[in-house]
């Protein structure tokens, strides 16, 4: 985070020195143009420390200091004193002060003093951007996968995790690209700085040029006060843009400014700010497409996929489902309250063949969902009918639809109509085609016809449901 610090001191020698010594340690520095109205203009100001003479502190001075402290960035305060008052500057403190010091004091010792009050409030805003989420601890080995097409992404990830340069991260909605940037972030060189995250498809455009880079005073109706953007926080640290593709034209030109110049302007300054950030960019659109359709900036794409990371689906690494689960029957263990021991073979076999659209997020609700719902370990019964299928009961004259409150399963019981008609319908769909494929031995073009439908929707279909063709092809003689 880049600190700012309110200097309102009245000794202009001191003044002066501060001023040329904070500036130097890359602290963005602002003073009082006059005396009168000070602590208003002040409360205006985003800052983290304000450093003040008690002069210039009304009476009582603990009214002002508190006064400060309840302002929303709660701004540290080191008060300097010519008196040498023990009750007096105990009071201070009591009020929330962080230091009372002599204002004689070589300018050295009251640097240092600004560093380590710094310090602290660094390591609490670092704590209060990136707090722990429900998930442990991003890290490399949560990607650890038997998938051949996952290890060879993975060992592209490691060797971009040391550097500084700007990643593109791209896959389907819900393949963890937030946790891969968190964890490129933990074991980088920056792993010690804020890590902020910003989804640019969440905001109207005028708030989120705002959000990014800031606003002054006045800047627009309602900006009653200064406001510092997310790129001032992570200083020194990285910034994430999800969904970068939503970013508005005019917001990609200041975007691509920052990548080449490290500066931004906030809304309605004149001036510009350095800051050092790494930029991690993610999308689930294709990037290339919207250059082509003129919504995305080509040199943006350009500056910002110096390297692209691609994660893979999870229909595409089955092979990890198994692994996946039984890590996240672990860890949701406690927050559910149960004591689940597992899954059954039946329905892992569902899980394994369902095609998984919303990936490894829709994964984790579907075993949130079923230590929920079972005794002491998942069954078929105990995951959404549109990935084990229980909806259609095969007998002997084909597929039936159960009827009657008997064949109801209870979970639906509690979900509104919409879902389940949703669950039913894509069962139904699932059984239907499946049934169709084993009839034809697997051959899609005689299927679709079957089914009235084209070969690509066909595809699509099957893609979404985890079928493939090779599954229902009759074996070769002798095999």
Not at 299 to 319: A, C
């Amino acid at each position: 985070m880049l600190a700012r610090v309110i200097l309102a001191v009245d000794m202009p020698e001191l003044r002066r020195e501060l001023r040329r010594t904070l500036s130097a340690s890359g602290l963005i520095v602002k003073s009082p143009r006059a005396r009168a109205r000070l602590w208003q203009w002040a409360a205006r100001q985003p800052c983290d420390l304000v450093i003040t003479s008690r002069s210039l502190l009304p009476d009582p001075p603990e009214e002002t200091v508190r006064f400060l402290r309840d302002l929303p960035e709660a701004p540290e305060v080191i008060v300097l004193s010519n008196d040498d008052d023990p009750e007096e500057s105990a009071s201070l403190l009591a009020s929330g002060a962080a230091a009372v010091l002599y204002a004689r004091l070589p300018t050295e010792s009251v640097t240092d003093v600004v560093g380590t009050v710094l310090d602290e409030r660094r390591d609490l805003g670092q704590r209060a951007l990136s707090p722990e989420r429900d998930m442990a601890r991003p890290s490399l080995t949560d990607f650890v996968s038997s998938s051949e097409a996952m290890q060879v992404f993975m060992k592209i990830v490691r060797r971009v995790v040391p550097s500084d340069t700007s990643l593109l991260v791209l896959g389907e909605t819900g393949v963890g690209k937030e946790r891969l940037a968190r964890a490129i972030h933990a074991e980088g060189p920056r792993g010690q700085g804020p890590f902020v995250a910003v989804n640019c498809g969440a905001l109207p455009d005028a708030l989120l040029e705002s959000e990014l880079f800031g606003h002054e005073q006045g800047a627009f109706t309602g900006a009653s006060r200064s406001r510092r953007g997310m790129f001032e926080l992570a200083h020194g640290g990285t910034i994430f843009l999800d969904e970068i593709g939503e970013m508005p034209i005019h917001l990609q030109v200041k975007l691509l400014r920052i990548l080449q110049d490290h500066e931004i302007q906030p809304v309605g300054s004149e001036k510009f700010i350095e800051v050092d950030v790494r930029v991690m960019a993610a999308s689930n659109r294709d990037l290339e497409d919207e250059v082509a359709a003129k919504r995305f900036r080509r040199d943006l794409y350009y500056r910002i996929g110096v390297v692209t990371l691609t994660i893979p689906p999870l229909r595409e690494r089955r092979e990890d489902i198994p692994e996946l689960v039984g890590s996240y029957i672990e860890h949701l263990r406690p927050r559910v309250g149960r004591n689940v021991e597992g899954i059954t073979d039946e329905a892992m076999e569902a899980l394994c063949r369902y095609s998984w659209p919303g990936n490894v997020r829709e994964l984790i609700n579907v075993i949130e969902r079923g230590m929920l719902l079972c005794d002491d370990e998942i069954t078929l019964d105990d995951v959404p009918t549109a990935i084990s299928g229980r909806l259609a009961v095969p007998d002997e004259g084909g597929i039936v639809v159960a009827h009657g409150a008997a064949a109801i399963p209870d979970a639906w019981l509690e979900r509104p109509l919409g879902e389940v008609r949703k669950d039913a319908a894509e069962a139904v769909e699932r059984a239907y085609l499946a049934a169709l494929l084993s009839q034809t031995g697997g051959r899609v073009g005689q299927t679709a016809t079957r089914a009235g439908i084209q070969p690509r929707s066909l595809y699509d279909k099957m893609r979404y449901h985890g079928l493939r063709k090779e599954d229902f092809k009759p074996p070769r003689p002798g095999s």
